[in-house]
Nanobody, 125 residues
Framework: QVQLVESGGGLVQAGGSLRLSCAAS????????MGWFRQAPGKEREFVGN????????YYGDSVKGRFTISRDNKNNTVYLQMNSLKPEDTAVYYC??????????????????WGQGTQVTVSS
């Protein structure tokens, strides 16, 4: 069973940076794709980006492209979401997700079968 634990959320001013972590356990993750999603109050969950664990290939949603970067630490089974140039509209609960053997781009939350509990990110104007 896969366990995912996010950390690193908090309050930051617009234009600032924050790094989220997702500690993964319970499996060998070399065949997994790790995704980041976010959900703002009253809105649907939105795809942020993902990383293929074996290759390190990343793919991002349009709203964060060029500002956010996903990376992984193989030794510590941890995935990171580096968020720069933050905007108030980035305010949301951020979730880490995992899936094995992903086909396609992985933009849909239905494609992931393991989820973390989420961490709040608040960007003040």
């Amino acid at each position: 069973q896969v366990q995912l634990v996010e950390s690193g959320g908090g309050l930051v001013q617009a234009g600032g940076s924050l790094r989220l972590s997702c500690a993964a356990s319970g499996r060998t993750f070399s065949m997994y794709t790790m995704g980041w999603f976010r959900q703002a109050p009253g809105k649907e969950r939105e795809f942020v980006g993902n990383i293929r664990w074996s290759s390190g290939f990343t793919y991002y949603g349009d709203s964060v492209k060029g500002r956010f970067t996903i990376s992984r630490d193989n030794k510590n089974n941890t995935v990171y979401l580096q968020m720069n140039s933050l905007k108030p509209e980035d305010t949301a609960v951020y979730y880490c997700a995992a899936t094995k053997g992903l086909y396609g781009l992985g933009r849909g939350e239905y494609q992931y079968d393991s989820w973390g509990q989420g961490t709040q990110v608040t960007v003040s104007s």
